[in-house]
């Protein structure tokens, strides 16, 4: 039977049932534990922690989560690797699947091939679509130039800077004007509306009568030439 006190209803604790345990809570506290942080719900809180209790706890149950619980990536891995465990690739034909692998790969090589090849045509047929729209507007300018040109041979002065600009911008588009003084006379690019005699031989072009233009590379409009021999 133990030695403590009786400690009865009522008993204030004097005399020999006093037990400072039971009738002076304070005195058996630890010094270094300060209660004054109690909570109105009655819990109680620790002085220099900073938050209250609910979000200490919070925290203290975040760095324990992982301790607890594994990552779900590993239980993902876990799950696959039971998962393959149990198939069975005794009647798997490895032979077979690599041929429908091989089979798939060619099947999609020819669709990467094709689709390459649909979008280079798109692209030229894009930008030849653009060249004739272009095209056209530079031939709709043509008796714009030749107006020009007229005037220039009147008014070399007031007219030729003028003359040039339009010319220099327009090459920056793709009109280039046919340079046929002198060489020899091509169907393809001149036509010959008079011809001058002289020691024979092959047709030169003897003097451009109107401008011939090219258009990225195309006759726009062949030149009216005199040609000699």
């Not at 534990?33 to 109105?40: E, I, K, L, N, R």
């Not at 998962?83 to 034909?93: G, L, S, Y």
């Not at 714009?144 to 003359?163: I, K, N, T």
């Amino acid at each position: 039977m133990s030695d403590r006190p009786i400690v009865r209803p009522g008993d204030t604790g004097d005399g020999d049932n006093y037990d400072p345990d039971v009738h002076d809570p304070d005195m058996s506290r630890p010094a270094d534990v300060d209660m004054s942080g109690s909570q109105a719900d009655g819990s109680i809180g620790f002085d220099g922690i900073p938050g209250d209790d609910t979000e200490w706890a919070s925290e203290v149950d975040d760095l324990t989560d992982g301790l607890t619980r594994p990552p779900a990536d590993a239980e993902a891995e876990q799950a696959l690797a039971d998962a393959v465990d149990e198939i069975d690739f005794t009647d798997v034909d490895v032979e077979a699947l690599l041929d429908e692998r091989d089979q798939f790969k060619t099947m999609a090589q020819r669709v990467q091939a094709d689709f390459d090849n649909f979008r280079k045509q798109s692209t030229a047929r894009a930008q030849a679509d653009a060249d004739r729209a272009t095209g056209r507007l530079a031939e709709a300018l043509l008796p714009v130039l030749d107006a020009a040109e007229a005037a220039y041979l009147r008014h070399p002065e007031e007219v030729g800077p003028l003359l040039n600009q339009m010319l220099v911008e327009l090459k920056k588009q793709g009109l280039e004007t046919l340079d046929l003084d002198g060489q020899p006379f091509d169907p393809e690019v001149a036509e010959a509306v008079a011809h001058e005699p002289a020691e024979g031989g092959e047709p030169v072009v003897a003097e451009v009568l109107r401008s011939g233009y090219r258009w990225k590379g195309k006759t726009l409009r062949a030149a009216m030439v005199k040609t000699t021999d």
